[in-house]
């Protein structure tokens, strides 16, 4: 059997054909780009606001970590989808960014939004239970 420059896979029913990619750059125009200049206040500005939503993360896990009355108090709510209990527990902790709020019978995502006219940050935090 001729090949023609493969050689085919023995472990497959029908032979396997090596990928080509025919959509490539040449490397000398890979290396020659021009790149517009980077601007990182957006990202420095993002960092910020994620950390204060770290800051409400840490509260809320420190919370649901020590205080098995809380935890039950939320399961309990969950349970009863009763969604707007879950939200009231969840901002008496001090969370002022809380967005949305997702569970299941396996767990629950808080989701955290801090947004300004310009910039916005999202921590999404899940947990399971």
Same mark, same amino acid.
């Given at each position: 059997?001729?090949h023609? =420059?493969y050689v085919? +896979?023995?472990g +497959?029913?029908?032979? +396997?054909?090596?990928?080509?990619?025919?959509n490539?750059l040449?490397?000398?125009?890979? @290396?020659? @780009?021009?790149?517009?200049?980077v601007d990182?206040?957006?990202?420095?500005?993002?960092?910020?606001? +994620? %950390?204060?939503l770290?800051?409400e993360?840490e $509260?809320l896990?420190?919370?649901?970590s020590?205080s098995s009355?809380?935890?039950?108090?939320i399961?309990? %709510? %969950?349970?009863?989808?009763d @969604?707007?209990?879950v939200?009231?527990?969840?901002?008496?902790l001090?969370i002022?960014?809380? !967005?949305?709020v /997702?569970?299941?019978? !396996? =767990?629950?995502q808080?989701?955290?939004?801090?947004? $300004?006219?310009? /910039?916005?940050c999202t921590?999404?935090?899940?947990l399971?239970?």
């Open positions: 059997m001729k023609y =420059g085919p +896979c023995t +497959c029913y029908f032979p +396997c054909l090596p990928s080509y990619n025919y490539f040449p490397l000398y125009l890979v @290396r020659n @780009r021009n790149y517009p200049p990182p206040s957006k990202l420095e500005d993002s960092a910020k606001q +994620c %950390a204060i770290l800051k993360a $509260t896990t420190n919370t649901f020590s009355s809380f935890s039950q108090t399961m309990e %709510a %969950a349970q009863k989808n @969604r707007e209990q939200k009231k527990q969840l901002t008496s001090g002022n960014h809380l !967005d949305e /997702h569970y299941t019978p !396996d =767990g629950i808080v989701i955290l939004l801090h947004s $300004t006219e310009k /910039h916005n921590l999404t935090i899940a399971h239970w």
